[in-house]
């Protein structure tokens, strides 16, 4: 019996959304019959234990190597030449590929091309494909030349993305690389009830509650919210932000004047798994007021998954899903007036509740965006 191929999975970093991704590529890739090493910073446990509660005992069979110091000096490609040269492994995996991405296609518009040793090993998830959009600029063009050469020397083995829409305007790029989109998944919790959460997390009971979870940053589109909700003025509008807020915004001082007149709850920490869980279950609506976000948000399906609507921001992808989809309203890009007219009406839907179209749009939308979606289409994109 033939030995199974060998992937080594690349992550350096270990916030936001990195631990969450290597647990489901670590996972994934066993259960489709990798033999999988992971090589991340000591530091990053988070992925583990998202993995215990995603991979169904997969765990155990995923090898570890330590970063080589290279990466903690963000030379990332060295890195990856001294793991490929202790390891060997038949693909190395770089779970955010946008780390070396925007300097790898500047460098080798200039002719100055990465080691052969890495040529056909190198695949990954690229989250933010500028490169391969139709947006025109001149640095844009320069990356692009890049692309071009990269793709006559065959460099990369695969390459997935998570917008659907590069896989349909990407074809002048990709005539050497398969690229293949991936669902942005969530999984599927067992939620409590909206009366239940509310009170384990001391929540009013009758207010209309709009959640804004995650790390707090101005383009997160938290003082846009904030305005919204101080124009609105409805007294039964009581905002639960919930996410490790900048401590330099400038929207904290109107956040905590909410909180002081009882119009707002703030989890000011990291969200662990079950807090996020229950601030979903407790919410009326998910806010996403993003400002001029390019590309996706998992945000999306994990408001599906809750069958809760979402106000998002009309702009690039996230507004046209919501749009296409049917998973709740949209509002002008970085317009306060526009969210705050978006949030009255999403209120006078509430009092009538859900429909069974929406349920059935924000379910259908929680199914091509769940973990198995994940794992299927990983597995028909397996090159081997």
């Not at 001294?82 to 200039?110: G, H, M, Q, V, Y």
């Not at 001149?138 to 659907?164: P, S, T």
Request: charge should be positive.
């Amino acid at each position: 019996m033939p030995n199974p191929p060998h992937i080594l999975l690349y992550e350096p970093r270990s916030e936001g959304h990195h631990p969450i991704f290597l647990a489901y590529f670590a996972s994934a890739f066993v259960q489709i019959g990798y033999r999988v090493t992971v090589c991340t910073d000591s530091k990053n446990l988070r992925w583990t234990h998202i993995s215990q509660n995603v991979d169904k005992g997969y765990l155990s069979k995923i090898e570890s190597f330590p970063l080589p110091p290279s990466a903690g000096k963000k030379q990332h490609l060295k890195a990856l030449c001294t793991l490929n040269a202790e390891i060997n492994p038949d693909e190395i995996f770089l779970c955010s590929l946008d780390e070396i991405a925007s300097s790898l296609w500047r460098k080798a518009a200039l002719g100055l091309l990465p080691a052969l040793s890495l040529s056909g090993k190198i695949s990954g998830l690229y989250i933010r494909p500028r490169v391969l959009t139709q947006s025109r600029s001149l640095g844009l063009a320069l990356k692009r030349h890049g692309v071009h050469k990269l793709n006559k020397k065959r460099f990369f083995k695969r390459i997935f993305v998570l917008d659907e829409r590069i896989t349909e305007n990407a074809k002048e790029y990709r005539s050497n690389i398969p690229i293949h989109w991936l669902p942005d998944p969530a999984p599927a919790y067992e939620y409590l009830s909206r009366e239940k959460a509310r009170e384990k997390l001391s929540l009013p009971q009758n207010a209309f509650i709009p959640l804004i979870f995650g790390q707090g940053h101005k383009r997160k589109g938290i003082g846009l919210a904030i305005d919204a909700i101080n124009k609105l003025s409805d007294p039964k509008v009581f905002l639960l932000c919930a996410g490790k807020q900048d401590p330099k915004g400038a929207w904290l001082q109107s956040l905590e004047t909410l909180c002081r007149n009882r119009q707002s709850s703030l989890i000011n920490a990291f969200i662990p798994e079950d807090t996020l869980r229950d601030c979903l279950a407790a919410c009326d609506v998910v806010l996403l007021p993003y400002m001029s976000h390019f590309g996706s948000s998992n945000n999306l399906a994990l408001a599906a998954h809750a069958e809760r609507p979402v106000i998002s921001s009309d702009y690039d992808l996230v507004g046209q899903r919501v749009k296409k989809h049917g998973l709740g309203l949209t509002f002008k890009n970085e317009n306060p007036e526009s969210l705050m007219q978006a949030l009255s009406e999403c209120i006078l839907r509430h009092q009538k509740g859900l429909t069974p179209d929406d349920k059935l749009a924000l379910k259908q939308y929680a199914a091509m965006h769940s973990l198995d979606a994940f794992n299927r289409h990983l597995s028909q994109a397996d090159p081997s």
